[in-house]
T-cell receptor, first 118, second 114 residues
Framework: AQSVTQLGSHVSVSEGALVLLRCNYS??????LFWYVQYPNQGLQLLLK??????LVKGINGFEAEFKKSETSFHLTKPSAHMSDAAEYFC????????????????FGQGTILTVHP | KAGVTQTPRYLIKTRGQQVTLSCSPI?????VSWYQQTPGQGLQFLFE???????NKGNFPGRFSGRQFSNSRSEMNVSTLELGDSALYLC?????????????FGNGTRLTVT
């Protein structure tokens, strides 16, 4: 079974400061990992994904994440926060069936609300 | 290319009634998944369809059902509504079944059960 833990339900940063949102996962198979962002009254928008290959993944809006297998982590970072980054962020891992084959269920973390102060 | 479209956006129902939610995936996407989002439980997987076949189902009671049509459009039905079914229901589509392809989400249907 898969699980995702996002450390910190709320993170507050100043505009221009580094954004770091933490995500740890557990998976019985090599994971596919995703970060999504949700703005109020909207669905989820994909920020970035890790499937295979390079462990440092770049996404939209200046975000990036690094897959660290030894730490089972996939933390999201952005060098300089912008007011428009204020939203809720979700880390997710793809599921797998009993045979270990990945399938389209995503297991989400509980989300981290990012607040950006002027 | 148009995104995932969910209708209606808002719905108010009474306990005991049933409801049908609709989802039109991105053109060319054959996989559709449904998720329930609540403040207490977060995002929970309901089911996944690919080429009109349910591939996987989450841990929800049988009152929750779905189907997918030949044009990949999907519907979700909840019968005998309970207060706890109040949630944002999100539909997502992807190009293939399986977790490698990212999900593209619609804006959801906000269901309120009174």
């Amino acid at each position: 079974a898969q699980s995702v833990t996002q450390l910190g339900s709320h993170v507050s940063v100043s505009e221009g400061a580094l954004v770091l949102l933490r995500c740890n996962y557990s998976s019985s198979v090599p994971p596919y990992l995703f970060w999504y962002v949700q703005y109020p009254n909207q669905g989820l928008q994909l920020l970035l994904k890790y499937t295979t290959g390079a462990t440092l993944v770049k996404g939209i809006n200046g975000f990036e994440a690094e897959f660290k297998k030894s730490e089972t982590s996939f933390h999201l970072t952005k060098p300089s926060a912008h007011m428009s980054d204020a939203a809720e962020y979700f880390c997710a891992v793809s599921g797998s069936n009993a045979g270990g084959t990945s399938y389209g269920k995503l297991t989400f973390g509980q989300g981290t609300i990012l607040t950006v102060h002027p | 290319k148009a995104g995932v479209t969910q209708t209606p956006r808002y719905l108010i129902k009474t306990r005991g009634q049933q409801v049908t939610l609709s989802c039109s995936p991105i053109s060319g996407h054959r996989s559709v998944s449904w998720y329930q989002q609540t403040p207490g439980q977060g995002l929970q997987f309901l089911f996944e369809y690919f080429s009109e076949t349910q591939r996987n189902k989450g841990n929800f009671p049988g009152r929750f059902s779905g189907r997918q049509f030949s044009n990949s459009r999907s519907e979700m039905n909840v019968s005998t509504l309970e207060l706890g079914d109040s949630a944002l229901y999100l539909c997502a589509s992807s190009t293939t079944a399986g977790g490698r392809s990212p999900l593209h989400f619609g804006n959801g249907t906000r269901l309120t059960v009174t």
